[in-house]
């Protein structure tokens, strides 16, 4: 969708003013079912760059001047921005047109928000980045703004068949968003198709990149037997056009890694919302209350404990991604579970979220329901990322 309005604004078939009506019909025609939006108010650019005219929108806990900011709790309802946060501003500057603000769990934790799977109705979307991924996905919006801790950006992608990348860890300031887990929140953006997102981000954050899809290491995580076999397929298609993915052993303590990722989320997290939580109770969400008692609990050794554990893995993947320029393994546990009661499991999310490398979701279509196929490359290797996660999805015959 992305690359199709830029194409279509550039040769004067269409106006920024009219892309921006397309948007709002959509989102009045598909919305009421969904309810990916908090609140729809667009606010024009203030540059003329490359991403003049293309609309977008942002998470809920993404501050934005005189609009909704309301951390998706309704402790917080009616509470208006009052500045746009680093990476809005520079969206702005570039001439993007925030559209509105998106649904988040509350306080982009695990208490679910009330929107709909737009591609498996009556299913999760994901989250924390519920609204952003549902509207990208139902064609609302070109791209939006979400953020990932362990792994909000890339489960929703993947539950939503859409693209969604968490670029390396510090890359994108997260001045003006709200903060849960700081040595772990990282900003990400969700677009239709890899392609797309190899187009935002040449435009709006990176460079260009020359890398291919050359080589590859399979990680064989445990999921869900229609994950494992998509993935599988998925694998065996790139092999058969020429690319060699090559198995490879999981890094040593990798499931102690995924728990030093929880640890820190937890640890973390409490203490940015303890206060909230002596304030509130369980206002602020069951879910997020009993993560702060259980977090409140964890001894500053153990969490130390875990960061170390993080190290020890980062300089035990250095080492692979020195023989294999990209890492591929699910992006998620499975389909997107049935109901709207939870968000889903994080867990193949959330080792790579602790390690701050690069992370992308690539959409794979198939029977049941959508899913995914992570990318993820070494630390600011970002370009390369999503260079080849669109020359995966090409090779995969999609985008």
């Known amino acids: 969708m992305l690359r199709q309005v830029i194409e279509r604004l550039e040769s004067g078939e269409l106006t920024p003013q009219a892309v921006l009506e397309l948007c709002l019909q959509r989102i009045a025609v598909a919305d009421p079912a969904i309810h990916a939006w908090v609140e729809v108010n667009p606010q024009a650019g203030t540059g003329d760059g490359l991403l003049r005219g ?5 998470k809920d806990i993404i501050e934005t001047r005189g609009m909704a900011t309301e951390y998706g709790s309704a402790l917080y309802a009616g509470r208006k921005g ?3 946060a680093s990476v809005v501003g520079e969206l702005r500057g570039a001439g993007a047109v925030l559209l509105g603000k998106t649904h988040t769990t509350a306080f982009a934790s695990f208490d679910p928000a009330p929107t709909d799977n737009p591609r498996l109705p ?8 519920s609204g952003s991924a549902a509207a990208v996905a139902a064609g609302m919006a070109p791209f939006a703004l ?17 693209c969604g990348f968490k670029p390396s860890f510090g890359l994108i300031s997260m ?10 929140d990282t900003l990400g953006f969700f677009t239709e198709s890899a392609a797309d997102m190899e187009c935002l981000w040449s435009r709006g954050f990176g460079g260009q ?3 291919t899809f050359r080589r590859a290491a399979y990680f064989r995580v445990p999921v869900e037997e229609p994950m494992a076999r998509a993935v599988g397929d998925a694998v065996e298609r790139l092999r ?16 102690l890694t995924a728990r030093a990722a929880r640890v820190i989320n937890d640890y973390e997290g409490a203490r940015t919302h303890a206060g909230r939580f002596q304030e509130f109770g369980e206002r602020i969400g069951k879910r997020l209350a009993e993560l702060v008692r259980r977090g409140l609990e964890i001894a500053e050794g153990e969490y130390e404990g875990a960061r170390e554990q993080v190290e020890r893995t980062r300089l035990e993947l250095s080492r692979i991604f020195w023989e294999y320029p990209a890492i591929v393994s699910a992006a998620a546990m499975g389909a997107a579970p049935s109901g709207l009661g939870s968000t889903g499991d994080p867990g193949v999310n959330a080792p790579w979220t602790a390690l701050g490398v690069p992370a992308i979701s690539v959409p794979l279509m198939v029977s049941g329901g959508p899913l995914g196929l992570q990318i993820n490359g070494a630390w600011g290797r970002d370009d390369a990322v999503v260079t080849v996660a669109a020359d995966a999805e090409r090779l995969l015959g999609g985008g």
């Open 54 to 58: 293309i609309p977008f929108g942002a």
């Open 82 to 84: 009052e500045r746009d």
């Open 122 to 129: 009556g299913h999760t979307p994901g989250g924390s980045s």
């Open 146 to 162: 979400g953020t990932q801790t362990l792994g909000s950006v890339l489960r929703p992608a993947s539950f939503c068949g859409v």
């Open 175 to 184: 001045e003006g968003v709200l903060p849960f887990a700081p040595s772990l």
């Open 209 to 211: 990149s020359d890398a």
């Open 240 to 255: 058969a056009s020429g690319v060699p993915v090559i198995d490879a052993e999981l890094p040593e303590g990798w499931d």
